[in-house]
């Protein structure tokens, strides 16, 4: 499985971005996903995931209400919709994707460890 983010850049507090990460080298429907944030000097943290069945999400408190996972089955793609910016969402966002049988099309993987592809990252700075 291939991983591609992008969309990143540097914004004002308060603006918006989306991200993508293309997936391909597996059937995308059998694939759970997910978006990681890493600042230097910090672990790697969760910030969003969603089922592979697309219909289960999660997010972390800080970006409730203000970011947004989504993917596009047709397109292999995932995106995350951010809003309202703020300067602690400064990072490099990762995607990661873990393959899982249809049974678990249910479920929401939200630890770093359960994911085994990622993405290169693309960085998001907040900064006015």
């Known amino acids: 499985v291939q991983l591609q983010a992008s969309g990143g850049g540097l914004v004002q507090p308060g603006d918006s971005l989306r991200l993508s990460c293309a997936v391909s080298?597996?059937?995308?429907?059998?694939?759970?996903t997910g978006w990681f944030r890493q600042v230097p000097g910090k672990e790697r943290e969760f910030v969003t995931a969603?089922?592979?069945?697309?219909?289960?999400?999660r997010y972390i408190d800080s970006v409730k209400g203000r970011f947004t996972i989504s993917r596009d089955n047709a397109k292999n793609m995932v995106y995350l919709q951010m809003n309202n910016l703020k300067p602690d969402d400064t990072a490099v966002y990762y995607c990661?994707?873990?393959?899982?049988?249809?049974?678990?099309?249910?479920?929401?993987?939200?630890?770093?460890?359960?994911?085994?592809?990622w993405g290169l990252g693309t960085q998001v700075t907040v900064s006015s």
């Open positions: 990661a994707a873990k393959k899982v049988p249809f049974r678990q099309s249910n479920i929401v993987y939200t630890a770093r460890a359960q994911y085994l592809y």
């Open positions: 080298g597996s059937t995308f429907s059998e694939i759970a």
């Open positions: 969603i089922s592979s069945g697309g219909g289960y999400m």
